[in-house]
């Protein structure tokens, strides 16, 4: 692959897992990430592996997530030690990346001006719940709470007869993709920064990422003044063509076919039903609409016929986009996932295999370097060598608890 991020150093003083999914995008691309760590309790994220969360002798895969290939340096930042120590990683960094709220950063003497002074060339970068301005700036959040719950995501893709919110499609949700952003934007400032040679601060949050993701709804919703933005069930969505269909064995295919007088023709043949392409009700656009749920039954009756193994030949010979609803875990195994390298197969410290899905993103063709995340303070000897400590300085840290 190639190393669009090498040499360059990134110091991650961050948990959980909206922006360490950052700091680990970037070891795909080559950066050096140094996850900053407390010597005694580490990242909280290691810990779910007491909660449940983890199968029983299993890959902490929830860590893995936003961690991967990173090398984990374990400082006490409340110790006068271990906050130089800390600032002399930044010296030779050039992005600082934290999650923390700025009453932390400020007692930890870590805010932007606390960084700069050492190096005033770097990008500091910050991500948060909601923002770093306004009355709840201080406050935390996740991903269910300020990505799902309040950019109106939630609201939106909850039927009104279900009668409560449904919540996200699984862990991580939000926060994989605001890392993403985060990525991109530290990318975009460190490019900045070589043709300038100007340092930016870069803000990002969970809120912010999910009313992007909302931007075409909520423009809408105050375009037209609507509370509710309108919603429908399968049997009545407004293009018969644009909708999900059940197969005999209880699987479902999804179509999105928007000219659907261009499509109809050979869907219909697909389906063995011929005679709908002349049917008086449904033989435009138009028609279909205004005889939508009669369209949608004649369509779901005719799904019904075949299993969703039948149907996927069949389908295959389609213009039109369609995808089968898959279960997550056969994306490991889906065709297209496997032969562009989506997912890679990996190994914890322990050596259990396991697998992770890719940063998004490849560069000539070519997956990122995809590597297994460090144990607590792994890399801590290591590290602090590199910046010119020797074994007894370090050991001598050791035993006052600065360092792991």
């Known amino acids: 692959m190639v190393g669009v991020m090498d040499g360059i150093r990134v110091v991650e003083v961050a948990a959980w897992t909206y922006v360490p999914v950052a700091g680990a995008i970037l070891t795909e691309w080559g950066a050096d990430v140094l996850k900053i760590e407390h010597p005694e309790v580490g990242d909280p994220q290691r810990g779910l592996v007491s909660s449940g969360l983890v199968p029983a002798g299993g890959v902490s895969h929830m860590f893995e997530l936003p961690n991967r290939g990173k090398r984990s340096v374990a400082l006490d930042l409340k110790s006068p030690e271990g906050h130089e120590l800390l600032m002399k990683l930044v010296e030779s960094a050039d992005v600082f990346l934290t999650n923390f709220r700025p009453s932390a950063r400020a007692k930890l003497k870590i805010d932007v001006d606390d960084i700069r002074a050492r190096n005033s060339k770097i990008v500091y970068v910050r991500g948060s719940a909601a923002g770093q301005r306004g009355p709840e700036a201080e406050r935390g959040g996740y991903d269910l709470t300020s990505f799902w719950a309040r950019s109106g995501i939630a ?25 993403l952003a985060l990525a991109g934007a530290i990318s975009t400032a460190l490019f900045h ?16 990422t999910g009313a992007w993701a909302m931007g075409g709804t909520i423009a809408g919703a105050y375009a037209f003044n609507q509370t509710s933005y309108p919603k429908h069930t399968p049997d009545r969505a407004p293009n018969p063509l644009v909708n999900s269909y059940p197969t005999a064995d209880g699987r479902f295919v999804t179509l999105v076919m928007l000219e659907s007088d261009r499509f109809w023709p050979e869907l219909v043949t697909a389906l063995g039903v011929p005679g709908l392409i002349d049917d008086e009700r449904f033989d435009s656009h138009a028609k279909r609409g205004q005889n939508n749920v009669a369209c949608i039954a004649a369509l779901s009756e005719a799904f019904r016929a075949k299993t969703m193994e ?12 369609w995808a089968k609803v898959q279960h997550p ?25 396991f697998k992770l899905v890719s940063a998004p993103i ?37 035993v006052s608890g600065a360092v792991l």
């Open 155 to 179: 609201s939106n893709v909850s039927p009104d007869s279900l009668g409560f919110p449904v919540t996200m499609p699984g862990p991580a949700f939000g926060d994989t993709l605001g890392g």
């Open 193 to 208: 920064r070589e043709r300038t040679g100007e340092s930016i601060v870069v803000d990002g949050s969970l809120l912010a």
């Open 310 to 321: 039948e149907w996927e030949p069949i389908l295959a010979t389609l213009n039109g986009a």
């Open 329 to 353: 875990i056969e994306v490991v195994d889906d065709p297209q996932v496997v032969a562009n390298d989506y997912i890679a197969d990996l190994k914890d410290a322990n050596g259990t295999p």
């Open 362 to 398: 490849q560069f000539n063709e070519q997956p990122g370097d995809v590597r297994r995340a460090p144990e607590h303070g792994e890399h801590t000897d290591e590290v602090l060598g590199e910046i010119g400590l020797s074994m007894e300085e370090i050991i001598d840290l050791k």
